[in-house]
């Protein structure tokens, strides 16, 4: 999944001379929180809503006036992302830097947002929680051969996979958030516990030794 697929294609922009009262208003009015801010044209700046709040607070020791402009409390520079760029890398830099959202450029051009919320999104439709499925949570040996083992026993059954997700645990084992397009679940994770893979949920799965 690409930055692209999830952005926000047309996010609201804002001048930096824009007043810190007009930002707080578009914000209110279009139910977001973060504004790219331009000059000519080019993304010089971000304000967010956490920037205006705190900016203008009677805690703050020089607060600022409502009427200044948001080029005085703007995030700059700006760190962005490329439409292309894959979808993990955005949430790496958001962690890494603590931030709730990237312009995407293209161009030089400001061509889209990419927000917390578009990334909660997009790992919903990832792990396929929106279709109506049935969850496994296995462990298994980290070696060749095991994934195809559990594919062939789904496709035998002709069981899709809407989803995986997997992480190692150690060096020798990995964790495996399987998702399939079947409720029956219990019977299935017998099975899937015969083959000598672990079933992490649902508890309880007595295999045949």
């Known amino acids: 999944m690409l ?9 609201k922009l804002i001048n930096s001379n824009t007043k810190l009262c007009e930002a707080y208003e578009i914000m209110q009015k279009n139910g977001i929180r973060h504004l790219p801010v331009i000059e000519n044209g080019k993304l010089v700046g971000v304000v967010t809503d956490r920037d205006l709040r705190l900016a203008t607070s009677r805690l703050a020791k020089k607060p600022f006036n409502p009427e200044d402009e948001v080029k005085k409390v703007m995030s700059s520079p700006v760190q962005t992302i490329n439409a292309n760029d894959p979808v993990e890398q955005a949430v790496r830099i ?5 931030i709730g959202c990237l312009p995407v450029i293209e161009g030089g051009e400001i061509v889209g947002l990419i927000t917390v919320s578009d990334i909660l999104d997009a790992m919903l439709k990832l792990i396929g929680i929106n279709l109506p499925s049935g969850r496994l949570d296995l462990r298994m040996e980290n070696r060749p051969g095991q994934l195809a083992k559990l594919a062939n ?3 035998e059954k002709n069981i899709n996979i809407h989803s995986i997700l997997t992480y ?9 958030i399987l998702r399939v397009g079947t409720m029956e679940i219990r019977p299935l994770a017998k099975e899937i516990c015969n083959l000598g893979i672990e079933v992490v949920w649902p508890p309880k799965i007595s295999c045949v030794k």
């Open 168 to 176: 190692p645990e150690n060096g020798k084992r990995s964790r495996l």
């Open 94 to 98: 958001m962690r890494e830097l603590k």
């Open 3 to 11: 930055v692209k697929e999830i952005m926000n294609k047309s996010p």
């Open 153 to 155: 026993l789904l496709a």
